[in-house]
């Protein structure tokens, strides 16, 4: 199987210097500050000459969280709130003592990295201790804003808000008005008390700033934000908002010109509307008619020989809006691989490419298939209850889509490849102790209408799911408690049920399992679970994490689900040090392991790593990480068949970033990993950023990669004298990869408004099967090459991709059988232009082009010339599409 890249998430930034206000003993109490009512009116131009900008009390006394941590910043920071029955509006003066030398900036899309001065201003409206809004701004008036308050944070939130910057010779100036119908927060009071945080950095001297201190080996966020008081909201924001949009797409895609379903210049066209109605200023309901789910970023290119699916992740509005809303928890790890999160939602699912055949017999020919469900309408009700109960809940519905199918008498047929399905999910969240303990519980159903016997033979007719989760912090937010649960059914046909128990998520018909394939089965059910406890806050951190999924859990209706019948354990120690030295500014180790076991008893996973970070003074960042990994059992390499041995590997990687704010940025990494068979794997990958002026930026980042493995799984082939694999020959062969990648992006942003957007991403691979062969026997790491240790391997004459194997040469009575030739060299160029306009607030215009091309041979091996050449010449569909909206709001 070809190597999988370890994921590797290190939760804590290190920080720079020690506050030196720890001597402190006893605790500062949060700052301060009011908001006052307006009495005139505010004209935004960011230029703050009115009244209330010279009168209201601000919030000011900065202190540096870098690169002198616990001083008072170097730059004043003057910021103030006023507001009025519509909105609240935000006043803040950034003062530079070199004035507008002082000021860098850069004009960037709407949530891009900004990479400039910027002001952030976060609320926590509900005051919970646990949600926050974001806005940030910088001087030339770029926003980004997320959305935290069910949880995590959710940058695709784009809310309607308006702000005007101005530099002059004091530094530069913001002014916000962020509309009360675009936030949400507890019902009208007399008096309203949010927790409130401001962030600055000042690029020029690297220096971010806060208003609420804490400490950069402390927790942080919500809980130790300070207050804004005095808001006195009387009367309820604005109702309802509607955004109707129009979609025109012309399609040029190659294809087969006797098809008769083929039209090679396709136009098409839709129309519809999402709607958001404010039920209480803190609950929300989204709703969709005949919606666009369309995306504007092409997925990249992957090349994937394994039994797993390739997960892509979610990139549609309607649904990375409010996320948050609807998660149990999440995976944490200082340093951790292979291992998956118990998730319960992945949007993806709904709206998927049909699932069934649409080549039910031997006379079909031709098939003029749909490539996405088509979601007839969808609602999200997401929010929070005065009591502390946050709500999410979402369903849609997706059509029955049917192919039509020409036959080679040239009669037509129809058949169901996705039939009428409900997509249902809601979680509600609880919080306790002020924040410091949040319990969820959350349910997803997946229900279908299958009406034909193709379908109640290949689908399941319900998938539901159930979990409950709670995170708990204590010791003054120094240790953290994470667990959660969660079960599973699936309902439907025996034929369905063993489709899904043979599917490479389970392999219940692997002979030697104690958990045997059951035919007769109607229903699936299982239970999966994590928990985590760690120490969160100080300079030496601890974790002790548990995850587990019994045999029958599967979600993999509602979610990305991979693989169940697993216990699996990690630790880890975390030292990091904060006070700079002559040698750097910030240094941390991570030192750990994980095992893992099937619900067998079988070592599947076991490894030892060790992690370093590094910032140097000149804010150069180094990390780099090691793993052993011992041999170990492996339930899949088979596929389906008895359990076999892995070999265990050494891995060592290395990654060097430069300065991110110099105009030129450099990125490289390289990672080379050998098991204990003598075959390796070599990457590098080098990105490279330039920013020849404020507003243009390019990136270009080639890849380079080689992998050989001894064990990539070929064929299983039935032969009732391999009694020792009980009736069957597992081939696999020798696996030669090379990667030849180009990431390249060039953004030009004309105004904040106005961005145009390029991504390219040519890729050549190649994969050269040799040496098939076979493991000597269940539960061993020794292979048997065919025509060296065992059997024979013919090659006919002129017919180079076969190979005829005799597992038992000629005088064994196993029958000979044929191996294809699977060696390959691909080749893709993907890419896109997007030209986004946003010409009044809220209503944006896109001008797309997608181009996406591919061709392979069977050569094995890379050719540049030839092969970058092709990219050129092969087939490749192009896609134009113009889409607008507009913005209303009630």
Same mark, same amino acid.
């Given at each position: 199987m070809p190597r999988t890249p370890p994921i590797c998430l290190v939760l804590l930034a290190v920080a720079p210097p020690a506050s030196l206000i720890a001597q402190n003993i006893h605790p500062t109490p949060p700052p301060e500050v009011r908001a006052v009512p307006l009495h005139e009116a505010v004209h935004l131009d960011g230029k703050l000459d009115e009244v209330v900008w010279h009168t209201a009390p601000a919030a000011t006394g900065l202190r540096?969280?870098?690169?002198?941590?616990?001083?008072?910043?170097?730059?004043?920071?003057?910021?103030?709130?006023?507001?009025?029955?519509?909105?609240?509006?935000?006043?803040?003066?950034?003062?530079?003592?070199?004035?507008?030398?002082?000021?860098?900036?850069?004009?960037?899309?709407?949530?891009?990295?900004?990479n400039s001065d910027y002001l952030e201003v976060i609320f926590d409206t509900y005051h919970d201790h646990i949600g926050r809004l974001f806005f940030q701004v910088? !001087?030339?008036?770029?926003?980004?804003?997320?959305?935290?308050?069910?949880?995590?944070?959710?940058?695709?939130?784009?809310?309607?808000?308006?702000?005007?910057?101005?530099?002059?010779?004091?530094?530069?100036?913001?002014?916000?008005?962020? !509309?009360?119908?675009?936030?949400?927060?507890?019902?009208?009071?007399?008096?309203?008390?949010?927790?409130?945080?401001?962030?600055?950095?000042?690029?020029?001297?690297?220096?971010?700033?806060?208003?609420?201190?804490?400490?950069?080996?402390?927790?942080?966020?919500?809980?130790?934000?300070g207050h804004l008081h005095g808001l006195v909201i009387t009367t309820a924001p604005e109702r309802a908002e509607l955004l109707p949009y129009v979609v025109g797409r012309s399609s040029n895609v190659p294809g087969n010109t006797a098809n008769p379903f083929y039209d090679p210049h396709a136009l098409d066209g839709r129309v519809g509307m999402d709607a958001r109605v404010l039920l209480t200023s803190n609950l929300t309901l989204n709703?969709?008619?005949?919606?666009?789910?369309?995306?504007?970023?092409?997925?990249?290119?992957?090349?994937?020989?394994?039994?797993?699916?390739?997960?892509?992740?979610?990139?549609? !509005?309607?649904?990375?809006?409010?996320?948050?809303y609807f998660g149990l928890g999440g995976l944490n790890c200082f340093f951790c691989s292979n291992v998956s999160s118990l998730a319960m939602l992945s949007t993806r699912r709904i709206g998927r490419a049909p699932q069934l055949s649409a080549y039910r017999d031997t006379l079909d020919q031709y098939v003029d298939r749909p490539q996405n469900t088509t979601i007839l309408g969808a609602a999200k009700l997401t929010g929070r209850t005065p009591s502390g109960w946050s709500i999410g809940a979402l369903d849609a519905v997706t059509r029955r889509e049917r192919a039509l199918v020409q036959r080679l008498?040239?009669?037509?047929?129809?058949?169901?490849?996705?039939?009428?399905?409900?997509?249902f999910v809601s979680r509600v969240a609880k919080d306790l102790a002020g924040g410091a303990t949040q319990i969820k519980v959350m349910g997803t159903s997946v229900y279908r209408s299958l009406g034909d016997s193709f379908a109640v033979s290949n689908l399941t007719r319900s998938a539901d799911a159930l979990?409950?989760?709670?995170?708990?912090?204590?010791?003054?937010?120094?240790?953290?408690?994470?667990?959660?649960?969660?079960?599973?059914?699936?309902?439907?046909?025996?034929?369905?049920?063993?489709?899904?128990?043979?599917?490479?998520?389970?392999?219940?018909?692997? !002979?030697?399992?104690?958990?045997?394939?059951?035919?007769?089965?109607?229903?699936?059910?299982?239970?999966?679970?994590?928990?985590?406890?760690a120490r969160e806050e100080g300079s030496l951190l601890w974790e002790l994490s548990g995850n587990v999924r019994t045999p029958g859990f599967d979600n993999n209706d509602m979610t990305f689900f991979s693989r169940g019948d697993y216990i699996w354990m990690s630790g880890n120690i975390l030292r990091q040090w904060t006070t700079p030295t002559k040698g750097y500014r910030q240094l941390l180790f991570i030192l750990g392991g994980q095992q893992q076991y099937n619900f067998d008893g079988d070592l599947t996973d076991r490894e030892v790593h060790w992690y370093g970070q590094i910032t140097t003074l000149n804010y150069w960042g180094v990390s780099t990480f090691w793993i052993h990994r011992a041999n170990v059992f492996d339930d899949r390499l088979t596929r389906g068949g008895p359990v076999v041995r892995s070999a265990g590997s050494e891995d060592w990687f290395v990654n060097v970033n430069t300065d991110s704010r110099k105009k030129v940025v450099l990125g490289s990494n390289g990672d080379i990993s050998c098991d204990r068979e003598g075959y390796c794997y070599r990457s590098f990958n080098l990105q490279v950023q330039l920013r020849p002026a404020s507003n243009i930026q390019l990136t270009v980042g080639p890849s380079l990669s080689h992998q050989e493995t001894g064990a990539q799984y070929v064929q299983t082939v039935p032969d009732t004298f391999a009694k020792s694999f009980y009736g069957n020959h597992y081939v696999f062969a020798q696996l030669i990869q090379n990667a030849i990648v180009m990431q390249t992006r060039f953004n030009v942003t004309l105004s904040p408004v106005l961005t145009l957007e390029l991504y390219l991403q040519p890729l050549i691979a190649s994969g050269a099967y040799s040496q098939y062969r076979e493991f000597a026997g269940p539960r061993q790491l020794r292979k048997l090459v065919y025509g060296v240790d065992v059997g024979t391997d013919s090659v006919p004459a002129g017919s180079p991709q076969q190979h005829w194997i005799d597992p038992d040469g000629p005088t064994g009575p196993a029958p000979k059988f044929l191996i294809n030739d699977p060696s390959f060299t691909f080749r893709s160029l993907r890419g896109n232009a997007v030209l986004r306009w946003e010409y009044r607030p809220g209503s944006t215009l896109f001008v797309v082009w997608t181009r996406n091309g591919s061709s392979d041979v069977t050569r094995g091996q890379i050719d540049f010339g030839t092969d970058a050449g092709a990219l050129l010449r092969g087939p490749s569909a192009n896609v134009f599409l113009v889409k607008m909206n507009y913005w209303l709001g009630f």
């Open positions: 540096q969280a870098q690169p002198h941590e616990g001083e008072v910043a170097t730059q004043r920071t003057e910021v103030r709130f006023a507001f009025d029955g519509a909105a609240l509006y935000v006043g803040a003066r950034m003062f530079d003592d070199s004035g507008a030398r002082g000021v860098r900036t850069r004009l960037v899309r709407r949530d891009a990295d900004m910088n !001087p030339s008036g770029v926003k980004m804003d997320a959305n935290g308050l069910g949880g995590g944070s959710d940058n695709s939130w784009d809310p309607v808000w308006e702000v005007k910057t101005a530099i002059d010779s004091l530094g530069w100036t913001a002014e916000m008005r962020i !509309p009360f119908s675009q936030l949400r927060f507890s019902s009208t009071t007399a008096e309203q008390t949010w927790g409130l945080q401001i962030w600055r950095q000042e690029n020029r001297l690297n220096e971010l700033s806060q208003w609420a201190f804490w400490k950069l080996n402390e927790t942080g966020g919500p809980s130790k934000f709703a969709t008619v005949n919606p666009d789910f369309g995306q504007v970023e092409v997925d990249p290119a992957v090349v994937n020989l394994t039994d797993f699916e390739t997960f892509l992740s979610e990139r549609r !509005p309607f649904f990375v809006e409010g996320a948050g008498d040239s009669t037509r047929v129809g058949y169901t490849v996705e039939p009428l399905t409900n997509y979990g409950v989760g709670t995170e708990i912090w204590w010791g003054k937010h120094t240790y953290h408690l994470m667990a959660q649960a969660a079960g599973t059914e699936l309902i439907g046909d025996t034929a369905a049920i063993h489709k899904v128990q043979v599917s490479p998520r389970h392999y219940f018909q692997r !002979p030697d399992r104690s958990h045997p394939l059951d035919p007769t089965r109607t229903s699936l059910t299982g239970l999966g679970a994590y928990t985590r406890v």
